[in-house]
């Protein structure tokens, strides 16, 4: 799995570098300055917790950097691999099937970021590490920890499993299962 983090020094060396290289042909000093403060920025987010491109250049566009800095200092921060969509995914997915998340509302929140959605081999590794193999039992497991509170049990259960983002089909055959498994 290429989910090895960039050694803190290094990024350093990297920034100082950065600061002190030439102005790139055709770029204002100013620009080149402010890419190198949003790239600054990039490295104390990154340094936090993975972050995604479409993130990290709206939370940059939000702070006041010019779209010139910001895809200067995004391209750099790819480049340098502190910023990767991949790795990024990687980590999501095994963070929100941890917290009891559906697959298809996990690709959803990807596709909202404009990451690609990742392979069959991720979302296997990510169940193996929960310990359950397939989403209708994860769904299961979901509802006893977490019953509805409606007077509908089944219906209660179907919501709740839809807005935790599991499919249609998922969420019908887990409610229907989970409320035969009561009576």
Do not use: H
């Amino acid at each position: 799995m290429a989910s090895s983090l960039v050694d803190l020094e290094q990024l350093k060396a990297q920034m100082r570098e950065i600061e002190s290289s030439a102005v790139e042909v055709g770029i204002d000093v100013s620009v080149e300055e402010e890419a190198a403060r949003a790239f600054k920025k990039i490295l104390k987010l990154a340094s936090i917790k993975e972050q995604a491109t479409e993130k990290l250049r709206a939370r940059l566009l939000r702070d006041g950097f010019s779209d010139a800095a910001v895809e200067s200092a995004v391209e750099r921060a790819v480049a340098c691999r502190i910023v990767d969509d991949e790795r990024y995914a990687e980590s999501f997915v095994r963070m929100r099937i941890a917290q009891g998340r559906g697959r298809r509302g996990v690709e959803r929140e990807l596709e909202e970021l404009a990451i690609r959605i990742p392979n069959e081999e991720i979302w296997d590794e990510a169940l193996e590490r929960t310990g359950s193999e397939d989403e209708l039992g994860r769904a299961l497991a979901f509802l006893e920890r977490k019953p509805p509170r409606s007077k509908n049990l089944r219906e209660g259960a179907y919501r709740k499993l839809v807005q935790k983002g599991y499919s249609s089909d998922i969420a019908a055959s887990a409610s229907r299962r989970w409320v035969e498994s009561r009576c």
